[in-house]
């Protein structure tokens, strides 16, 4: 639907999230249909997500105007509090942080895409919102974060809740030529 920007300008900021989740339901069964296996699906969702994610980062900056995260705790503060919710419409929460602070979980109480979808049982090993995964891949990568961010329940599965596990990798260090500081 068309909303009304700061700007005074009409334009389609974000479409209705029952279009977004049938949109992407078609995606999903598409690629079923092109894909021999749920393993292959699962890569190219990932690999999907990953390139918005990329896309993507420079919309949330420029919207959000969130500066630099100093560390990963205020990053996964940030995914949750401001991103889901600019783009979900949701704020999933932080947990089970581990010792050393470079892993914790999103807890999505509720998926949007998943609404109106059930897993037929041939699809068992389909990780059906594995675009979010590449997403937060992709948009931390462009930030010099290395991240791995991998679904460990879902309510498709029957589980209580929807979990994303993000694990930080490295700091991904500027190539800059030598002497190009």
Request: proline share 3%; aromatic share 8%; charged share 25%.
């Amino acid at each position: 639907h068309f909303v009304w920007g700061t700007n005074g300008k009409k334009g389609l900021l974000k479409t209705s999230s029952e279009l977004f989740t049938l949109t992407y339901g078609a995606l999903v069964t598409q690629l079923c249909k092109d894909y021999e296996n749920d393993e292959d699906v699962n890569k190219q969702l990932d690999k999907m997500g990953f390139n918005i994610g990329v896309r993507l980062i420079e919309d949330f900056l420029a919207r959000s105007n969130v500066g630099r995260c100093h560390d990963f705790r205020e990053t996964a503060d940030v995914i949750a509090k401001v991103a889901f919710k600019m783009y979900l419409g949701i704020t999933p929460s932080i947990t089970n942080w581990s010792p050393a602070g470079d892993e914790f979980s999103l807890i999505l109480e509720n998926n949007p895409l998943v609404d109106f979808v059930e897993l037929p049982d041939n699809h068992s090993s389909l990780i059906y919102s594995n675009l979010l995964c590449g997403v937060l891949r992709g948009a931390l990568e462009m930030v010099q974060m290395a991240v791995e961010a991998k679904f460990v329940q879902d309510t498709l599965k029957g589980d209580g809740v929807t979990e994303i596990r993000m694990r930080f990798i490295r700091r991904i260090e500027d190539n800059l030529p030598a002497g190009e500081e």
